[in-house]
C-alpha cells in the first residue's frame, strides 16, 4: 500500500514564469558591450547593413528609413536596395513618377504614400537643396513624414552625428532593463539623451534592434540565455522562455 507522500507529485515551477532573483545595480556599459557580442550571429540591422553596402548619405538613409516605418527589415532592405539599384540619386528619383516608385517599393507597408512622400523629398533635394539632403535635424524633420527616428538615423549613420535613434526595440528594451521609465519613444528618446553615455548614441540602434528582434523579443523573451539578466529588471515581463 502505497503512503499518501509517495502519491502527491511535486509542483514543477513553469520554467517560463519570472524568478525574483536579486539583481546587480544596471551598468549601461557593462550592459550594452554583452548586447554586442550576444547579436554577432544576426543580421545587421537594415539602416546599418545598407551603409555597409555604399549607400550611407543622408539621402540614402532618410529614404531608407522612409521604406522601413512598419515594415521588418527582411523586406524593407531589399526593398531599398531594388529602389536604389533603379534610381540611386535624387536626380534619378526625381525623374520617376509615383507610380513608378510605388511599383519598386510595393513589398512595404503604406507604399503608395511612401512612394508619393519619397519622390517630394527627392525633387526637393534637386530643386532646393542641390541635389543632397543637409546634414541638419531640422532640415530633415521639416520635410514632410519625417520625425526624429528617422531623421536621427540617417545623421548618425552617414554624417556620424551623435543623436539616438528611438524605434520600438530601443523603447522596449531599455524600459524592460528599467535604465528608463518612459511610456512611448518620444519620452524614451528625451530619457536616454539626459543619461546615455554619448558614445553609445549611434550604436544603441544598430544593437538593440538584432537583440530585441532575436534575444529581448516583445512576447516570451530568452531571459534563460540574456546576458543582461542578472541587471535587468524585467519590468513587465511575466512569462519567458
Not at 76 to 88: K, M, Q, Y
Not at 176 to 203: C, D, H, N
Request: hydrophobic share 40%.
Amino acid at each position: 500500500m502505497h503512503n499518501l507522500r509517495d502519491l502527491l507529485v511535486p509542483l514543477r515551477e513553469d520554467p517560463r514564469a519570472v524568478t525574483s532573483e536579486p539583481k546587480i545595480p544596471f551598468d549601461i556599459d557593462e550592459a550594452l558591450a554583452a548586447v554586442k557580442q550576444a547579436v554577432r550571429p544576426f543580421p545587421r540591422a537594415a539602416m546599418f547593413e545598407l551603409a555597409d553596402r555604399g549607400y550611407r548619405s543622408v539621402f540614402h538613409q532618410l529614404v531608407a528609413c522612409i521604406l522601413s516605418i512598419r515594415t521588418r527589415d527582411e523586406v524593407s532592405l531589399p526593398t531599398a536596395l531594388r529602389l536604389f539599384e533603379h534610381a540611386r540619386t535624387a536626380k534619378e528619383l526625381a525623374n520617376l513618377d509615383p507610380g513608378q516608385i510605388d511599383r519598386l517599393i510595393q513589398p512595404v507597408t503604406f507604399h503608395e504614400n511612401k512612394a508619393r512622400q519619397i519622390q517630394f523629398i527627392a525633387r526637393r533635394a534637386m530643386e532646393e537643396l542641390g541635389g543632397e539632403l543637409p546634414a541638419d535635424v531640422e532640415a530633415l524633420t521639416a520635410l514632410p513624414g519625417v520625425g526624429p527616428k528617422c531623421a536621427h538615423l540617417a545623421l548618425g549613420i552617414a554624417s556620424g552625428q551623435e543623436r539616438i535613434s528611438v524605434d520600438i526595440h530601443v523603447h522596449r528594451v531599455t524600459n524592460r532593463w528599467g535604465y528608463v521609465q518612459a511610456r512611448s519613444p518620444e519620452l524614451t528618446l528625451a530619457a536616454l539623451e539626459g543619461k546615455l553615455p554619448r558614445k553609445w548614441w549611434i550604436e544603441i540602434n544598430s544593437l538593440l534592434v538584432p537583440f530585441g528582434k532575436h534575444i529581448c523579443t516583445g512576447s516570451l523573451p530568452h531571459c534563460s540565455t540574456c546576458p543582461v539578466l542578472r541587471m535587468c529588471r524585467q519590468v513587465g515581463v511575466t512569462r519567458h522562455r
